[in-house]
């Protein structure tokens, strides 16, 4: 997918690979890591084995990809607070220790999305 996102009145465009975090694709995903130059690890908040899965992306990320890749943490799935299972906390913990961003959004109802991609292209462009 490619997503476009003004940044300082610059027209930018992301290539977005996503791979689920699924296991299947983590010798491509490796092969990825080389060429880019900003990561988006997602969890689900609704989901605490993802969020623990993160921890592992981020120690392939710094096995495989270059020294200065941009990441990002992002929390999917805002808009469903009753079914909270990990904690806006934890992951605002888990970002500083990494010296991350991290947003909390919802693909649903596009809440923070633009926010995040925006924030991943200035990043990358600093």
Known sequence: MIRTVDVEGKKIKLQVWDTAGQKRFKTVTTAYYRGAMGIILVYDITDEKSFENIQNWMKSIKEN?????????????CDVEAKRKVQKEQAVKLAREHGIR?????????????EAFSSLAQDILL
């Open 102 to 114: 991290f947003f909390e959004t919802s693909a649903k109802s596009s809440t923070n999305v633009d």
């Open 65 to 77: 990809a270059s020294a200065g890749v941009e990441r990002l943490l992002l929390g999917n799935k």
